[in-house]
C-alpha cells in the first residue's frame, strides 16, 4: 500500500482562502516532500521538511511535520485560482531507496 | 536550460505492440526513475537506475522492460505483457543518493487503441 496518504482526496475553496491538506505515513522517515501537479503535466517540487523539523515556510507555504503522529501539514494562504492542481506528499523511507508517493489532494480555488 | 525530456506527450498502441517511451535529462543526475499514474490516482514506481547500466524494478515492474546505457537516457518500453497499459507516464531524476527535489518531465499518456 501507499506509504502516504492524503486528506482531503478533493478541497474546493473561494480565492483569498487559506487551504490545508493533510498527509499520513506508515513508516519512520528521513524527509517529507510536497509536489504539485497541473492537469496532465509532471510534478513539481514545492518543498521539503527534514524528520527533525517541526515547521518550513516558503512564500505562500507553510508545511508542517510531526513525527510522533506521522503526518504533515500542508498549508497554502491567500489562495489564488493558479494554485488549482494536485498535491501530493513523498516519504523518504529511513529503509527505503526512493521516494514513495501518495495518492494526492485535488485542490480547486474557485475566482 | 536544463531539464528532462519525455516524448511522445501522445502514444497509441495496438493490442500486442510493443512501446518504447524516451526520457533524457541533461542535469547530470545520477538517478532516474519511471512512474505510473493512473486517473485520479498517486504514482506507483516502475522502474528505477542509480548509476549507468544499473536498474532495479519498482512496485509495478511487470510487463515493463527499462535500460540505462547513458546517464541522461532511461527509455521504458512497454511490453505485450502489460495487459493494462493505458495510463500516464512519467520519468523522473535525481541527484544520486539525496533524494531530495525530484525533477519531473511533462510525460506521455499511453493509450490502447
Known amino acids: 500500500s501507499q506509504q502516504g496518504e492524503e486528506d482531503p482526496q478533493a478541497l474546493s475553496i473561494q480565492e483569498g482562502e487559506n487551504a490545508t491538506m493533510n498527509c499520513s505515513y506508515k513508516?519512520?522517515?528521513?524527509?517529507l516532500q510536497w509536489y504539485r501537479q497541473n492537469s496532465g503535466r509532471g510534478l513539481v517540487h514545492l518543498i521539503l521538511?527534514?524528520?527533525?523539523?517541526r515547521e518550513k515556510h516558503s512564500g505562500r507555504l507553510r508545511v508542517t511535520l510531526d513525527t510522533s503522529k506521522k503526518s504533515s501539514s500542508l498549508l497554502i494562504t491567500a489562495s489564488r485560482a493558479a494554485d488549482t492542481a494536485s498535491y501530493f506528499c513523498?516519504?523518504?523511507?529511513?529503509?527505503?531507496?526512493?521516494?514513495?508517493f501518495g495518492e494526492g489532494t485535488q485542490l480547486t480555488v474557485n475566482p | 536550460d536544463g531539464g528532462i525530456t519525455q516524448s511522445p506527450k501522445y502514444l497509441f498502441r495496438k493490442e500486442g505492440q510493443n512501446v518504447t517511451l524516451s526520457c533524457e535529462q541533461n542535469?547530470?543526475?545520477?538517478?532516474m526513475y519511471w512512474y505510473r499514474q493512473d486517473p485520479g490516482q498517486g504514482l506507483r514506481l516502475i522502474y528505477y537506475?542509480?548509476?549507468?547500466?544499473?536498474?532495479q524494478k519498482g512496485d509495478i515492474a511487470e510487463g515493463y522492460s527499462v535500460s540505462r546505457e547513458k546517464k541522461e537516457s532511461f527509455p521504458l518500453t512497454v511490453t505485450s505483457a502489460q495487459k493494462n497499459p493505458t495510463a500516464f507516464y512519467l520519468c523522473?531524476?535525481?541527484?544520486?543518493?539525496?533524494?531530495?527535489?525530484?525533477?519531473f518531465g511533462s510525460g506521455t499518456r499511453l493509450t490502447v487503441v
Open positions: 542535469l547530470n543526475h545520477d538517478a
Open positions: 513508516t519512520s522517515i528521513n524527509n
Open positions: 521538511i527534514r524528520s527533525n523539523e
Open positions: 523522473a531524476s535525481s541527484i544520486e543518493a539525496s533524494y531530495i527535489g525530484y525533477t
Open positions: 513523498a516519504t523518504d523511507r529511513t529503509s527505503g531507496s526512493r521516494l514513495t
Open positions: 537506475s542509480q548509476i549507468v547500466n544499473d536498474f
